[in-house]
């Protein structure tokens, strides 16, 4: 079963303009995680964040924790064409290293 | 290797067919998970070997699904007589474990698609 879901399942903005998608769980976490896909194949590691941290960079991308709200974000800044890609959260409960995926928010970045 | 390997990358089957998918991990990764993901969907977790321990097999879907890790190293997904549902895209990942453990690195999948 799905621990996250992101918000929204879809979004379209134009080049230059931030990205900002939302994720939400179900259950306590030891970390969480985003995944760029491009076309459909393999998922592609961006960032990892702690249930201790609340906030996290990594180049243009910035990554909130809200364990209180069972929810986080990630925003894309100054986006370009080749940001275009589905955007996955993923969950790690305290037990094991068994990642839980959202359905995805795809982003389409218009030139 | 330098990344985790999948193959084939396409595999078009006659239903009823058994299957098997290949995956070769990044060596000295001790973790290998199998995931699905059908069109527009999220990733559904299958299996996960964790080092020399019994395998997570929580999320195989039928009996039908098999896997197995051989030497700690590449493993295979098997699918005896494919149906039509089976049709998606098949995932493989590997990472470390324990305080170096920093998210996965998948491979780039294997299409299969049942007709």
């Known amino acids: 079963s799905q621990q996250g879901e992101e918000d929204p399942q879809a979004l379209s903005i134009q080049e230059g303009e931030n990205a900002t998608m939302n994720c939400s769980y179900k259950?306590?976490?030891?970390?969480l995680q985003w995944y760029r896909q491009n076309s459909g194949r393999g998922l592609v590691h961006l960032i990892l964040i702690r249930s201790n941290e609340r906030e996290k960079h990594s180049g243009r991308l910035r990554v909130t924790l809200d364990t209180s709200k069972k929810s986080s974000s990630l925003l894309i800044t100054a986006s370009r064409a080749a940001d275009t890609a589905s955007y996955f959260c993923?969950?790690?409960?305290?037990?094991?290293?068994?990642?839980?995926f959202g359905a995805g928010t795809t982003v389409t970045v218009r030139a | 290797g330098a990344g985790v390997s999948q193959s084939p990358s396409n595999k078009v089957t006659e239903k009823g067919k058994d299957v098997e998918l290949r995956c070769d991990p990044i060596s000295g990764h001790t973790a290998l998970y199998w995931y699905r993901q059908s069109l527009g969907q999220g990733l559904e977790f299958l299996i996960y070997f964790q080092g020399n321990s019994a395998p997570d097999k929580s999320g195989l879907p039928s009996d039908r699904f098999s896997a197995e890790r051989t030497g700690g190293s590449v493993s295979t997904l098997t699918i005896q007589r494919t149906q039509q549902e089976d049709s998606a895209v098949y995932l493989c990942?590997?990472?470390?474990?324990?305080?170096?453990?920093?998210?996965?690195?998948f491979g780039s999948g294997t299409r299969l698609t049942v007709v």
């Open positions: 993923a969950t790690v409960r305290s037990n094991d290293y068994k990642l839980s």
């Open positions: 259950t306590s976490i030891n970390n």
């Open positions: 990942a590997s990472s470390l474990e324990g305080r170096f453990w920093n998210g996965y690195t």
